[in-house]
């Protein structure tokens, strides 16, 4: 296991085209965050499962935008009719977390190195 | 709402002198804060949280709740330290992170 892979690496469509995108994440690894980046910002978070249900979803999230982790070990994340508006750095990241007793100890986020989409 | 600010986009230093990439976060609660590395064509990477209390690769973070501030300082910068660091907060309870928008650091040799 190398890490948390994403395919494609880079990504050219035209307006209003779908695109879906692939993350592995590493494999023992039990959440998985998708995130959104533009030039000259950080991370935006997208959206996280925690095994295969989808738990937490940004505002940021509009409807053309869907996740999905079905077997709760790879994730797809699709955008219908894609904008100009769309072309970003796409982000995946793994995390364990494990439950003691009542607490739920969350560990590090390993990121992969993204999908660079780009739309004419 | 939450928000990290980091208000330099660009930071440049000599290589032995002491470094602070400034970081502060608006969040009612009890955040948890980060920050996060990005070296020349590699990925995201942790370096450190501030429940950790740890030093990696000699940066130290102080979370300053009354000043809402978590500085990354280091006393000697070394040329390997140039990168992009990014600061970020998760808030409690919650699993979304919030990230600033980053800090360019170059070590001058």
């Known amino acids: 296991d190398t890490g948390v892979s994403q395919n494609p690496r880079h990504k050219i469509t035209k307006r209003g085209q779908n695109v879906t995108f692939r993350c592995d994440p590493i494999?023992?690894?039990?959440?998985l965050y998708w995130y959104r980046q533009t030039l000259g910002q950080g991370p935006e978070f997208l959206t996280y499962f925690q095994n295969e249900a989808q738990l937490e979803k940004s505002r940021l999230l509009s409807d053309r935008f869907s996740a999905e982790r079905p077997k709760g070990s790879f994730s797809t994340l699709e955008i219908q009719r894609t904008e100009q508006g769309d072309s970003a750095m796409y982000l995946c990241a793994s995390s364990l977390a494990r439950r003691t007793g009542t607490v739920l100890s969350s560990y590090e986020q390993y990121f992969g190195p993204g999908t660079r989409l780009t739309v004419t | 709402a939450q928000r990290v600010t980091q208000p330099e986009k660009l930071l440049s230093v000599f290589k032995g002198a002491p470094v602070e990439l400034k970081c502060n976060y608006s969040?009612?609660?009890?955040?948890?804060l980060f920050w996060y590395v990005q070296y020349s064509r590699q990925r995201l990477q942790l370096l450190l949280r501030h429940i950790s209390r740890e030093s990696i690769k000699g940066f130290t973070a102080d979370l300053n709740k009354g000043e809402t501030s978590f500085h990354l300082k280091k006393p000697f910068a070394q040329e390997e330290d140039s990168a992009m660091y990014y600061c970020?907060?998760?808030?409690?309870?919650?699993?979304?992170?919030?990230f600033g928008t980053g800090t360019s650091l170059t070590v001058i040799p």
């Open positions: 970020a907060l998760r808030p409690y309870p919650g699993n979304q992170f919030y």
């Open positions: 494999s023992e690894h039990n959440r």
């Open positions: 969040y009612s609660g009890s955040p948890e």
